[in-house]
């Protein structure tokens, strides 16, 4: 089942921008070799809007959403990062924007609407269980953990069987 959203930035300067979500953005992200680093977010959501009448479709747009716009914003012009305008109410949310070097505009704003909690990350165990099977072997089952010897369970008296 899908688990969460994987986005692509496209930059005429990768390494530039890739800098900025680490340095500026603060985002936590894995590097996976060769100057690739992926970011992670804690959560995500996607919204469908319609086009305008006579527009083509198949268009879409990257947002980074936070709980108080105007100290975000604060907090990221600190660490050097220019916005086009100020906030404005969009209906929906409070919004500005700003642009990732290369070219990426992005859409900052603070929801109107109530997010829904998720529920967790799946267990270790079952995350094991997963990665196990994609490669083919068996997942290894964790070590127990010493324990007290439990009393012995008392027998219970055998159930009669009635017949139909």
Known sequence: MIRGLHGLLYS???VAARNFIKDKLKL???DVGDGWLIFDLPE???GVHP???GQPGGGHDVSFYCDDIHGTVAELKSRGVTFESEVADHGYGYVTYFTIPGGI???LYEPKYQKRTHEPAAPVKARARTAAKKAG????KPAKKASRKAAPKKKSAPKSKKRR
């Open 137 to 140: 072997t068996k997942a290894r």
């Open 12 to 14: 005429t300067e990768p």
């Open 28 to 30: 936590p992200f894995t």
């Open 51 to 53: 086009v305008d009448p």
């Open 44 to 46: 995500g959501d996607l």
């Open 105 to 107: 505009r992005v859409q």
